[in-house]
T-cell receptor, first 114, second 110 residues
């Protein structure tokens, strides 16, 4: 049963530290999405990639967030420096890149910035 | 981006059908209607999607109004495992940005 995996599942860090979250999309999927979920804002799309190229990162704070796909099996989301307001659950999802595709979500990384 | 409106919460009894409504009066002709659900402490999962015709799968049915301005997700026999937040989302064909609203929190009573 193919699944999206995310590491770490939980992260507690102090303000100012760098945080790196990793995602392994389902093998063969060429589209990767990063979402953030908070109680106040709900689920927000931060960025998405197709064939490893960033298609849209308009939802991402540019000054501290960066997203990359070093290869087809790994997507990363980095926050540097982290702030308490970045505390949230970060989800990665992948898809086949076809019209109106289904997105398959990972279990999320729960981030707490103190 | 086209907006969807859903009730904040609904309640159902176990083993009974549940009809979850969604209004999308500004839908365009090329918008697909997707439903996802999020179980507690999990990522969202796909339920069903459609364009114009009603759709059925093993999880649920999707009934789409003739004018496409509303749709209804139907769970034929609710179980306790169906307690989740259900999201109705519109997306353009081949433009896969999903905008999740606040969804409907479904509570299933034994």
């Amino acid at each position: 049963d193919a699944r999206v995996t995310q590491t770490p599942r939980h992260k507690v860090t102090e303000m100012g530290q760098e945080v790196t979250m990793r995602c392994q999309p389902i093998l063969g999927h060429n589209t990767v999405f990063w979402y953030r979920q908070t109680m106040m804002q709900g689920l927000e799309l931060l960025a998405y990639f197709r064939n490893r190229a960033p298609l849209d990162d308009s939802g991402m704070p540019k000054d501290r967030f960066s997203a990359e796909m070093p290869d087809a099996t790994l997507a990363t989301l980095k926050i540097q420096p982290s702030e308490p307001r970045d505390s949230a659950v970060y989800f990665c999802a992948s898809g086949l890149g076809q019209g109106s595709e289904t997105q398959y979500f990972g279990p999320g990384t729960r981030l707490l910035v103190l | 981006d086209a907006k969807t409106t859903q009730p904040n919460s609904m309640e159902s009894n176990e083993e009974e059908p549940v009809h979850l409504p969604c209004n999308h009066s500004t839908i365009s002709g090329t918008d697909y209607i997707h439903w996802y659900r999020q179980l507690p402490s999990q990522g969202p999962e796909y339920v069903i999607h459609g364009l114009t015709s009603n759709v059925n799968n093993r999880m649920a049915s999707l009934a789409i109004a003739e004018d496409r301005k509303s749709s209804t997700l139907i769970l034929h026999r609710a179980t306790l495992r169906d307690a989740a937040v259900y999201y109705c989302i519109l997306t353009l064909y081949n433009f896969n940005k999903f905008y999740f609203g606040s969804g409907t929190k479904l509570n299933v009573k034994p």
